[in-house]
């Protein structure tokens, strides 16, 4: 049987999500599908995600991006990992690094034999032992040494922090290179097929109509096809993610390019700090239940590294996912597929995933339900993957300062997440699922550095004796601060390999 191909790919919207889409699709379709991207300059993008995680670096290869030049023409910066402030005490502080901890040896993982010699106070925390948090602690940075494959240096593991609105910028520039037509306009309508309920066409304010077959919705939260033409459902979250807006604000950038990003718990909800070459991105996430616009702004402006760029504007969301990402012809991407706050800097991420399940289950005209309902399963998933995880930061905590922290640590939260939880804390076990984007190493970060600590460890550990576990330890403490020194530090690396030119120079 012969598939008949679809002609005409048509992606709503601009912004970080379409011409991430629009990228993807001119590569991997090879100019065999007309690719038309519609939106409109009086439509401003939500500009929230400017950080990272190191899956980013599979979306590059695909385009075949030379990595110095993304980071100059996005102003980007290299991040390690993520520094929490204030999560699980007031005063506390840890870092969430990419990559591995330590070395994996003999039968159980590394982190059992650390948490036997931690319990016993014979142990330093994990930042000791990952050389991404050590960099981190040091301001420094480095492409692994793919030359070395039994050193820590081949395991630095990266992200990035950049400008999204340079990155679109930048994408779009790919993209139209690749035969993708940009069209500016306006959308007033949206023309629907008789008989099946597809969308045919779009109509916009200057009378022009745009027909395809098949519309990927990346027009943000406004969902205008998934949501406003399909009613395709939403199912909210805000129970167990109760921040509900966000302030963001660019500042004076600081001399010390710091390769992470931070996160700082506030009374009711938490900031942002994303480094970039010329600027410092911030932002407030807030619960308006518990703060109000003029407290959560004042709160943002009050905790700037220099002075503001801007003035901040709240943007209103609600955490959730669109119960049905694709539906008939549309398939929803970004924004308009669902919102998890970017605590662990995902949304670039999950708005990566869209892309590659539509890769997967790309459609013939024909459009079978079977290819749609299982593409509905795996972005179900990841969404489900990345709320569980955030969710672990909220409830894992043990301040009782605020009523929004009060309420954080008493809620009731999904059985998958306290199952992870319950089983950390009977003998460290971490557990990870399928294909789930958070290793092993990350739940154990996150619940380590939120006190979530467990009774006992993993029995197997005693096959080694406390001397062999504690050289053991000390060997690898040992080689990483090694590793360490002989890097350069983060913003001599930017100077030496991807420096960008001055803003005004960009803007031209």
Not at 328 to 342: C, H, M, Q, T, Y
């Amino acid at each position: 049987m012969e598939n008949t191909q679809l002609r005409k790919v048509v992606i709503v919207g601009g912004g970080t999500s379409g011409w991430m889409t629009a990228a993807a699709l001119a590569k991997v379709l090879k100019g065999r599908y007309e690719i038309t991207l519609v939106e409109s300059d009086e439509i401003s993008t939500i500009g929230v995600g400017e950080a990272t995680i190191p899956m980013i670096s599979l979306f590059n290869r695909l385009l075949d991006l030379d990595e110095n030049e993304f980071v100059r023409e996005t102003q980007a910066s290299f991040k390690l990992g993520i520094e929490f402030v204030n999560w699980g005490r007031l005063g506390d502080r840890y870092i969430h690094g990419f990559g591995t901890i330590g070395q994996d040896n003999w039968t159980v993982d590394f982190h059992q034999y650390w948490l036997k010699q931690y319990l016993a106070g014979k142990a330093k925390e994990l930042e000791a032992y990952s050389i991404n948090t050590q960099a981190c602690l040091q301001n420094k940075f480095m492409r692994p040494r793919t030359d070395i494959p039994n050193s820590p240096l081949s395991q630095i593991a990266y992200a990035f922090h950049f400008d999204a609105a340079l990155y679109a910028r930048f994408l779009r520039k790919y993209s139209e290179a690749r035969g993708v037509t940009r069209i500016e306009g306006r959308i007033v309508d949206v023309m629907m097929r008789d008989g099946d309920g597809h969308v045919a066409a779009l109509m916009l304010q200057s009378g022009q109509k745009i027909e395809g077959d098949l519309f990927i919705d990346c027009s943000g939260f406004r969902a205008l096809l998934i949501e406003g033409a399909l009613k395709a459902g939403y199912e909210d979250w805000s129970h167990w993610l109760p921040c509900d807006r966000a302030m963001a604000v660019p500042c004076v950038s600081v001399k010390e390019i710091t390769p992470y990003t931070r996160s700082t718990a506030r009374s009711a909800g938490w900031q942002w700090r994303i480094p970039l070459q010329h600027r410092i991105g911030n932002g407030h996430v807030y619960s308006s239940k518990f703060i109000s616009d003029d407290e959560a702004a004042a709160v943002l402006l009050g905790n700037l590294d220099g002075a503001p760029l801007a003035d901040p504007r709240p943007v209103r969301f609600t955490a959730g996912r669109r119960k049905r990402t694709w539906d008939k012809n549309v398939v929803s991407i970004g924004l308009a597929s669902g919102f998890v706050e970017p605590l662990e800097s995902t949304s670039i991420h999950l708005v990566q995933m869209g892309i590659a399940h539509l890769l997967t289950f790309f459609p013939a005209a024909g459009f079978e339900q079977a290819d749609i309902d299982q593409y509905n399963r795996v972005m179900q998933q990841e969404y489900e993957w990345v709320r569980d995880f955030i969710i672990l930061h909220y409830k894992a905590t043990e301040r009782t300062d605020t009523p929004f922290w009060n309420y954080c640590r008493t809620m009731e939260i999904p059985q998958t997440l306290q199952h992870r939880m319950d089983l950390f804390r009977s003998h460290g076990r971490v557990y990870r699922e399928g294909n789930e984007l958070f290793t092993k190493v990350s739940w154990l970060q996150v619940m380590h550095g939120q006190r979530v600590r467990p009774t006992a460890y993993h029995p197997l550990t005693d096959l080694l004796s406390e001397e062999e576990i504690q050289t053991y330890l000390e060997e690898v403490e040992g080689v990483i601060a090694a590793c360490t020194d002989v890097m350069p530090t983060h913003s001599q690396f930017i100077a030496e390999n991807c420096a960008a030119a001055s803003p005004m120079a960009t803007m031209k």
